[in-house]
């Protein structure tokens, strides 16, 4: 019996420790992409260097993401003119739907549509809202995972750091 245990606790120790570790995309550059702008000029990632970004991947039914976007605008327009941009990333099927909620959000952060998926896939997105932060290299440096923060949340402090680098 004993000898089964060990390595099965072994291997529930190995699965912890991959759960735990950084996300494979830190420290990565970001996956470029070209996306069509629902409004304004389209936008292609790479364009951003030299600038810390932010991704705001959502979906046109997801009341928090519309909450993680008027937030974000917020922050954008703080920070923007220290080297900030955001961007807000539909990745939903419905097309119409994403415009609809895009036009209803009302931010001033441009509003990209990938209704394929491929960016989202790249990106690993498990989850609506997600945040991408990159840094003025193109290298992706933090996956906030706290959609819900009260008060200023905490990657800001993540961008502050990053805009002072």
Do not use: H
């Amino acid at each position: 019996m004993i000898d089964r245990a060990i390595p099965a606790l072994l291997a529930l120790c190995a699965a912890f420790a991959a759960w735990a570790a950084d996300p494979p995309l830190i420290g990565r550059e970001a996956p470029d992409f070209a996306l069509r702008a629902m409004a304004g000029d389209n936008v292609r990632l790479s364009e951003a260097r030299g600038q810390v970004v932010v991704l705001s991947f959502f979906g046109s039914r997801c009341n928090t993401c519309r909450a993680q976007l008027a937030q974000l605008d917020g922050v954008y327009r703080t920070y923007g003119p220290a080297g900030l941009v955001v961007y807000g990333v539909s990745i939903d099927d419905d097309e119409a739907g994403a415009r609809s909620f895009a036009q209803g959000v009302r931010v001033g952060v441009p509003m990209l549509s990938a209704p394929a998926k491929a960016v989202g896939r790249e990106y690993a997105i498990d989850r609506l809202p997600s945040l991408v932060i990159l840094d003025r290299a193109g290298k992706v440096r933090y996956l906030p995972r706290d959609p819900k923060s009260r008060g200023e949340p905490a990657y800001v402090a993540q961008l502050r750091r990053l805009l002072d680098e």
